[in-house]
């Protein structure tokens, strides 16, 4: 089956998709987007986070049908121009980043925390970042990395 | 695989009548694992996403009417303060992800014991609405639940709704685990009391091949709390009829061994959260004088 949709701005049609397959298969093999990593294939792992109408799933657990003339935000869609995103370039500042494999999961969760709590405290922090998961940094990094993105997007 | 996109309720009964193998999918955080891990190749899949009424909630005659569709966030954030038990236990299903597309009519689809929906809909007695073409029937939740991941749905059947009376006293979830997030529970308690009807409801997750509802340990609490007037003298029940209340919590459950914890170790925790929670609960009562 064919899938249209808008993946971060641009009108997008996936060809030939099985109807089995999911949202992060159809990303990345279908429209070339590899920034949503596939891990778990679980939603356990977060890795494969993106906006889907407006909110926040692991695109593992959408079934690319579903995907139907919705509008998607990956995160290759965050930042605009040739930049970084506020959010990408505070983990690169604090070091939040070792092998790399969840970061954009991580960037995208806390990109809709941000939004939705633009000061959060370390519980939301902890709660908003809860379903992804990092086995390099131990998190420490991370949650100084949000902090950072935080206190910049107030000022 | 075949996918199907109904737009209305009433082409999505017709759907299922006309498959009755084909398998729902809404928030897919149960159905998409199975898929994706090949556990699972269903020939029809039909999405209920597009389909608003099951997105939708309100009051009817006295009782809030959800619809299967409506996503675990939506219950925090919009019911929270009508469903305090059912919104704590949803603040503990998995992460912001997957509160954001699993719902409830799923978590009852599904019909795992470990389901954290559960519990809360046994203790406050919720009523499981179902839909066919043939028309509409209602199950209680204490009938719905009939083995490990079986439930009470004929095969043409959809879930439309759950009704459940809005908390008219304090109400409470805990749950064990590893975590405090994405953590399958290795067994959770709901309670609820409801001052106007004097009554205790518990609800048993996670500690058996289906969700329990603690009957004799509801019935025990009641009539201490009747016997020794407690709701009227808002004061504290002993601590060796809690004892026994615990007791009797554990003594419902129907645990295993297995994964995520000995039978032994589920029981024992049972009669904590059982305790536990109807201290908190209680105290809540008493300060709402």
């Not at chain 1, 590899?34 to 799933?57: D, F, H, I, P, R």
């Not at chain 2, 025990?220 to 004061?235: A, C, N, P, T």
Request: hydrophobic share 40%; glycine share 10%.
């Amino acid at each position: 089956m064919n899938v249209s949709c808008t993946v971060n701005g641009r009108a997008q049609v996936a060809e030939g998709v099985w109807e089995g397959e999911s949202l992060l298969y159809m990303l990345r093999e279908h429209l070339g987007l590899y920034g949503s990593k596939n891990a778990c294939e679980q939603g356990e792992c977060g890795s494969c986070s993106v906006y889907l109408g407006g909110t926040l799933v692991c695109a593992c657990l959408v079934l690319a049908g579903q995907a139907q003339g919705k509008e998607i935000i990956t995160v290759e869609g965050l930042a605009r121009g040739h930049g970084l995103h506020a959010v990408q370039d505070a983990f690169v500042e604090a070091g939040a980043v070792q092998c790399g494999f969840c970061t954009p999961g991580l960037v995208v969760a806390t990109h809709d925390l941000l939004q939705r709590i633009p000061s959060p405290s370390d519980a939301q922090i902890r709660e908003a970042l809860a379903g992804n998961i990092c086995r390099c940094t131990g998190y420490a990094k991370i949650i100084d990395a949000v902090n950072l993105a935080a206190g910049r997007s107030r000022s | 695989m075949e996918f199907l996109q109904p737009a209305t309720w009433s082409e999505a009964l017709a759907m299922k009548a006309a498959k009755p193998e084909a398998v729902p999918i809404a928030g897919g955080t149960d159905l998409m694992v199975e898929i994706n891990l090949d556990h699972r190749r269903p020939a029809t899949i039909i999405d209920l996403t597009h389909i608003k009424e099951l997105t939708e909630w309100g009051m009817d005659d006295g009782r809030l009417r959800i619809g299967a569709g409506v996503t675990y966030a939506r219950i925090i954030d919009e019911l929270g303060d009508r469903l305090p038990g059912l919104a704590m236990a949803s603040r503990t299903v998995g992460s912001p992800q997957i509160r954001n597309r699993g719902t409830v009519g799923g978590n009852l689809g599904t019909a795992s014991p470990a389901g954290d929906a559960h519990p809360p809909l046994l203790a406050t007695e919720a009523i499981v609405e179902l839909a066919s073409t043939k028309g509409t029937r209602q199950v209680a939740a204490n009938e719905f639940f009939a083995g490990p991941k079986k439930n009470a749905m004929r095969a043409d059947e959809l879930i439309a709704a759950f009704l459940v009376e809005p908390a008219r006293g304090p109400q409470q979830f805990s749950k064990v685990g590893t975590r405090n997030a994405m953590v399958i529970a290795v067994c959770s308690l709901a309670l609820a009391v409801d001052p106007k009807r004097k009554h205790v409801g518990i609800g048993i997750g996670s500690a058996g091949p289906t969700p329990i509802r603690a009957a004799e340990a509801e019935t025990f609490i009641q009539e201490v709390l009747e016997e020794h007037r407690l709701w009227e003298r808002h004061v504290h029940c002993e601590p060796s009829a809690l004892k026994q209340f615990g007791e009797l919590v554990a003594a419902a459950a129907k645990p295993i061994d297995d994964v995520r914890g000995t039978a032994d170790y589920r029981r024992h925790a049972l009669a904590v959260l059982a305790r536990r929670t109807f201290r908190w609960a209680w105290d809540d009562y008493r300060k709402s004088k």
